[in-house]
């Protein structure tokens, strides 16, 4: 049995761990098999990919913190041997997008300017999955600063693979999170979500991924892309467990201000038989027009595999009790150009930090002044995605430009704001595809920056928004890829989201 | 393209252009062939993307409307800002070991140009 237990959800983990029916210990080693066996090389610098990676997932970025995780799983086998309360997710292991700052490991965003930095502190999110008994196996790949939509921009090879086709990207930017998930390398993981970085990755392999509420999870820790759009959320094998993790990383921290006092709901337990029965009646189901018809949004016979499997689960949650209703979101096909100005003027703002006096790489090249110091630590250390994207930051941030361009992404941005605003008065949540495409493959539009952003069509809305998001699993094409189902709720809805999710997943199974 | 369908200035980046913003942000040109791919996508995403943002038939709704700074309303849902007052990190030497190059307590780098004061 023991060598099955990486195919465990965190649910059933606890409660085998709890019951003492298995020990941590045993779940930590059953992961930590499972990783030798499918991960193969992790990250690093300038490696050349071999054949053998090819049949390899290299969800991880850094040699992993097998020993401490090891010890940490011992420590929680002798709390429940004394009787003490180990947390709720007491020996569940764990992996963590390497964007989040976690204590004595490197943090690298996945760029060669941060290859040795060592972070000083812990973000909140991790924090408080360690204090709630989780236990960490190692931090994952992503797209380089997160700027991608296939993890292929990371400096560190060899690239992540998806694990249901190894020839197909994990989807980006938190491929590593969602490959090393859906692999069984970790029972759950951390990503972050500016454009649709957890739910893209989630669907493409085939796990859930959620994007909670702007505010509804703290930042603190987190390497920012976009601040105003960023989020931090789970991707889980199941929704319960996803609704398990959300409970413990929910809620306000005094670090990050833009963090909300709004109470944080049992969400697990809203998971009853008698709690979903209840939410579907009268529940009505918006079904967005344009994310099925709009030609700049959907291709319906490059969608057609996809356009199916939503179709065959609205008619489930018609006979769940639903009512689906057609709303219009007119301002959808605005969404990546608004996204594209304003996540560029930020990031040119966040990405100035790096210039290699504080941490980070910094020139070993002879420099007559400050100024060429800089540039040569900032030319060495970024990879070509993160310059192309600060470039085009200063350039519509420029004097002149800065009006029309970023003001009018903002006002864009409220607009897409005010169309969900108006669709929830008629429906209780959103459904739709969570992607254009299944995942493509390695090399596929890498390098083609307005296709890979594009990639993201179906998911920035709910960034602009700030509301939440959830992709589950609906499905898998005819070329056997998994095919996601985005639900997206009104402000701090997550409740409503992963009760709809969960009973989708439940009559679906 | 704005209402005399002449191309608005912003959508193009040429050469000159590239060596503008490559100073601004202080990343130094790596080569011909790096450069070339970066006008290449740089005017693709403006044509493609930019080019959007500046849609005259959204001229109406855009002015009706304010900018948000972020898609939910925070300002009734966040705790109290703290009181604006030093807050000293507990390990300063921890966060100075992170640096590439510090001499007693303070951070090391070369010396900055100034034509006039």
């Known amino acids: ?509 | 393209m704005d209402r005399n369908d002449t191309p608005h200035p912003a959508l193009h980046i040429n050469t000159e252009r590239l060596k503008q913003l490559q100073k601004w942000a202080a990343i130094a040109p790596q080569s011909d062939e790096e450069d070339r791919y970066l006008i290449q996508e740089l005017n693709n995403q403006l044509k493609d993307m930019v080019i959007k943002v500046l849609d005259p038939n959204l001229d109406a709704a855009l002015e009706a409307i304010e900018p948000t700074n972020y898609g939910v309303d925070l300002t009734s849902r966040c705790a109290p800002m703290r009181e604006d007052a030093v807050d000293s990190w507990p390990d300063p030497d921890a966060l100075l070991d992170k640096a590439p190059r510090v001499k007693d307590g303070y951070f090391v780098v070369p010396v900055s140009k100034h034509e006039s004061l």
């Open chain 1, 1 to 509: 049995m023991s060598d099955a237990l990486w195919q465990y959800s965190a649910t059933d983990l606890r409660e085998m761990i709890q019951s003492r029916q298995v020990s941590a210990v045993e779940v930590c080693e059953a992961l930590i098999n499972r990783i030798e066996s499918v991960e193969g090389r992790s990250g690093g610098l300038v490696q050349q990919e071999d054949e053998i990676d090819t049949r390899h997932i290299h969800a991880f970025i850094h040699p992993l913190s097998l020993e401490s995780a090891r010890k940490k799983a011992g420590s929680i086998d002798e709390m429940i041997s004394r009787g003490d309360d180990p947390g709720i997710l007491a020996g569940i292991p764990f992996a963590v997008k390497d964007i989040f700052c976690v204590k004595d490991t490197r943090t690298t965003a996945a760029s060669s300017i941060l290859k040795n930095y060592v972070s000083p502190y812990t973000s909140t999110v991790v924090e408080r999955i360690l204090a709630a008994g989780g236990i960490l196996l190692g931090k994952t790949n992503l797209d380089e600063f997160v700027y991608g939509s296939s993890t292929e921009s990371s400096a560190f090879k060899p690239v992540t693979r998806n694990p249901v086709d190894p020839s197909r990207v994990p989807g980006g930017s938190s491929g590593g999170s969602a490959a090393a998930v859906a692999a069984g390398e970790a029972v759950l993981s951390l990503g972050s979500d500016t454009a649709g970085s957890i739910r893209q990755p989630a669907a493409f392999c085939g796990v859930v991924g959620l994007k909670p509420t702007y505010g509804r999870v703290s930042r603190w820790g987190l390497i920012a892309m976009a601040a105003s759009l960023d989020c931090v959320g789970p991707l889980t094998r199941n929704v319960k467990d996803c609704a398990l993790v959300l409970q413990v990383i929910a809620g306000q921290d005094s670090k990050d201000w833009t963090s909300v006092t709004e109470p944080v709901p049992s969400y697990p337990d809203l998971l009853s038989d008698a709690a979903v029965h209840h939410t579907f009646k009268g529940l009505k189901i918006g079904w967005p027009t344009e994310y099925f018809e709009d030609p700049e949004l959907i291709n319906p016979d490059e969608s057609a595999d996809i356009l199916r499997a939503i179709e065959r689960a609205a008619d489930l949650y018609k006979s769940l009790g639903a009512e689906i209703v057609p709303v219009s979101l007119p301002h959808t096909s605005y969404a990546i150009p608004a996204y594209f100005v304003i996540s560029r003027v930020e990031l040119a703002s966040d990405l100035h930090r790096f210039d290699g006096v504080k941490y980070g790489h910094r020139t070993n090249q002879p420099v007559d002044d400050l100024y060429e110091m800089y540039e040569a630590t900032r030319t060495e250390g970024f990879g070509v995605q993160p310059k192309q994207r600060v470039l085009m930051g200063m350039h519509v941030s420029s004097a002149g430009y800065a009006d029309q361009l970023y003001d009018r992404a903002l006002r864009l941005r409220a607009l897409i704001r005010q169309d969900f605003h108006r669709a929830f008065e008629k429906v209780d949540l959103i459904m739709a595809a969570t992607t254009p495409t299944t995942a493509f493959p390695l090399g596929g539009i890498f390098g083609d920056t307005v296709q890979m952003q594009n990639a993201d069509r179906l998911t920035v809305p709910a960034n602009h928004a700030g509301v939440p998001a959830i992709s589950l699993p609906c499905g898998l094409d005819s070329s056997g890829l998994p095919i996601g189902l985005q639900l997206i709720g009104p402000d701090f809805r997550e409740d409503r989201l992963l009760q709809v999710a969960y009973a989708f997943e439940k009559e679906n199974n």
